[in-house]
């Protein structure tokens, strides 16, 4: 079984609507979970940290839950600026972070 | 600030060529430092870590290696590189806690 598992997708979104997608990790263990962003072709850049209380910036909410071990990722009134690939990554001992495969995201008109 | 270089942005290489990336951040002292390697349409798989000068830890057996000659810089070789190597190589830096890690902007390799 994989560290981190993420559905690959693509989501189809329509411009304006919201999607909202989920990563399962394995380790009980870990302890701090980000969202990162990786547009076409380019280095991934941190979207957010993911709290044990959720948390959320802008149009976009993380949530954690430890009970299940999966962390969601929700993104409000879609712009097509938010087409990229979104990777769930979770941190456990050592600050080594583990990375999902990513769920691809396109937003259309 | 801090920042992370990374060069070339990319590269194509023969069977059997050696190899040297390089990566270095600017603006912080002791950060750990790692390169991964994300092959086409895949994640990111971590090659090598290090917490430290001289401080290298490998995640995956294969024909790379990394070195760590100075404080802020992190070098990825190879002596003789296999068509498998191809791949997108990224080099982060991270001050270690929950701050994740900064990506530069990558190598795109292709061995040929």
């Known amino acids: 079984r994989k560290e981190v598992e993420q559905d690959p997708g693509p989501f189809n979104v329509p411009e304006g609507a919201t999607v909202a997608f989920n990563c399962t990790y394995s380790?009980?263990?870990?302890?701090?979970f980000f969202w990162y962003r990786q547009d076409c072709r380019k280095e991934p850049k941190l979207l957010m940290s993911?709290?044990?209380s959720g948390n959320e910036d802008g149009r976009f909410t993380a949530q954690l839950n430890r009970a299940s071990q999966y962390i969601s990722l929700l993104i409000r009134d879609s712009k097509l600026s938010d087409s990229a690939t979104y990777l769930c990554?979770?941190?456990?001992?050592?600050?080594?972070?583990?990375f999902g495969g990513g769920t691809r995201v396109l937003v259309k008109p | 600030s801090q920042t992370i270089h990374q060069w070339p942005a990319t590269l194509v290489q023969p069977v059997g060529s050696p190899l040297s990336l390089e990566c270095t951040v600017e603006?912080?002292?002791?950060?750990?430092l790692y390169w991964y390697r994300q092959a086409a349409g895949r994640g990111l798989q971590l090659l090598f870590y290090?917490?430290?000068?001289?401080?290298i830890s490998s995640e995956v057996p294969q024909n790379l290696s990394a070195s760590r000659p100075q404080d802020r810089q992190f070098i990825l070789s190879s002596k003789k590189l296999l068509l498998s190597d191809s791949g997108f190589y990224l080099c982060?830096?991270?001050?270690?806690?929950?701050?994740?890690?900064?990506f530069g902007s990558g190598t795109r390799l292709t061995v040929v």
């Open positions: 290090s917490v430290g000068i001289g401080q």
């Open positions: 993911v709290y044990s």
């Open positions: 982060a830096w991270s001050i270690g806690g929950d701050y994740g890690y900064t």
């Open positions: 603006g912080t002292s002791n950060p750990n």
């Open positions: 380790n009980s263990a870990s302890q701090s």
């Open positions: 990554v979770d941190q456990a001992a050592g600050n080594k972070l583990t």
